[in-house]
């Protein structure tokens, strides 16, 4: 996957090692939303039942870019799988309390 352009910290994907899923690094914000989603498709494509996305690496996700984790989290969902998130920043995490209910699909490891 390559970077996006833009004033923000460009989004890149990485493979996880010994599990499948990606770590994502940067930002996710309107800069960025194109690597977001190609970022998202590719992790859709990763066979399992349970897939890791690791987001320690990032900086800020906004509201657009939690939605699109959370519209993930329910196409895996209802494939019968499971997207667990790691290591969420506090902006993620900020959104899911003032918006429970809209992010009840989000999965995060404890």
């Known amino acids: 996957m390559t970077p996006s352009t833009g004033a923000t910290s460009p989004l890149t994907a990485l493979p996880l090692r010994g599990r499948p899923g990606a770590r994502l690094c940067g930002s996710c914000d309107l800069d960025t939303r194109q690597a977001l989603a190609g970022a998202l498709g590719v992790v859709a494509a990763i066979p399992g039942p349970v897939v890791h996305l690791d987001l320690s690496a990032v900086a800020f996700l906004d509201p657009a870019a939690v939605a699109a984790l959370v519209r993930a989290s329910a196409d895996f969902v ?17 959104v899911v309390e003032m918006f429970p209910d809209e992010c009840a699909a989000l999965e995060v490891a404890a």
């Open 78 to 94: 209802g494939q019968g799988r499971r997207l667990l998130l790691h290591d969420p920043p506090y902006s993620l995490r900020k």
